[in-house]
């Protein structure tokens, strides 16, 4: 659905942030998490503070490239991100129709992982956007350590780690920032994908 302004969903993003934690911790304190499907409440408390922190720096990323550059709207800019060929992870087995445990831990590692790459092909973009750019990739990359620190702890990490597939070029300034706008929201919409899949695994 096409959004009427890009500053009132960025401004949403803190706001649900903060009911899908009080959420959390309510599945949390009604149900205590079971045997064989479910994730350990430290690891999930870990994985809800560091999503905090990505999407905190995504919607700062956002908004420097809207300030900046007065690229405030990524639904314009869909048409570029398949011409460039921008790549979006899989979660199918984060859905709700197919959620499986080993598979989407797997997938989210997976996206993370992606989204470093993403970020790295985005480098350059400017140097007022470098600080923000790198902020937003450390904290990726801790997230993606601690998915694979619980799947290695679960037993179920790949014997070989994901390799960085094929990313899209940025010939010129302005594809690296309208790329930008497109990264950091696609990013958005995988955390919050992400969250709600991590939650179904607070259940028994």
């Known amino acids: 659905s096409a959004k009427p302004a890009a500053q009132s969903p960025m401004k949403l993003t803190a706001l649900q942030l903060l009911l899908w934690q009080s959420a959390l911790w309510l599945v949390q304190e009604a149900s205590p998490p079971g045997p064989g499907s479910s994730l350990p409440q430290s690891f999930l408390l870990k994985c809800l503070e560091q999503m905090r922190k990505v999407q905190a720096d995504g919607t700062a990323l956002q908004e420097r490239l809207c300030a900046t550059y007065k690229l405030c709207h990524p639904?314009?800019?869909?048409?570029?991100?398949?011409?460039?060929?921008?790549?979006?992870?899989?979660?199918?087995?984060?859905?709700?129709?197919?959620?499986?445990?080993?598979?989407?831990?797997?997938?989210?590692?997976?996206?993370?992982?992606?989204?470093?790459?993403?970020?790295?092909?985005?480098?350059?973009?400017?140097?007022?956007?470098?600080?923000?750019?790198?902020?937003l990739q450390l904290d990726i990359s801790d997230f993606a350590v601690n998915i694979w620190q619980q799947m290695e702890e679960l037993g179920v990490a790949p014997a070989v780690p994901p390799t960085q597939g094929t990313m899209p070029t940025f010939t010129s300034a302005f594809q690296r920032r309208a790329g930008g706008v497109l990264v950091a929201s696609d990013l958005q919409s995988f955390l919050e994908l992400a969250y709600r899949a991590l939650r179904s695994f607070a259940k028994p």
């Open 75 to 135: 639904e314009e800019l869909v048409l570029l991100g398949h011409a460039l060929g921008i790549p979006q992870p899989p979660l199918s087995s984060c859905s709700s129709q197919a959620l499986q445990l080993t598979g989407c831990l797997r997938q989210l590692h997976g996206g993370l992982f992606l989204y470093q790459g993403l970020l790295q092909a985005l480098a350059g973009v400017s140097p007022e956007l470098a600080p923000a750019l790198d902020t």
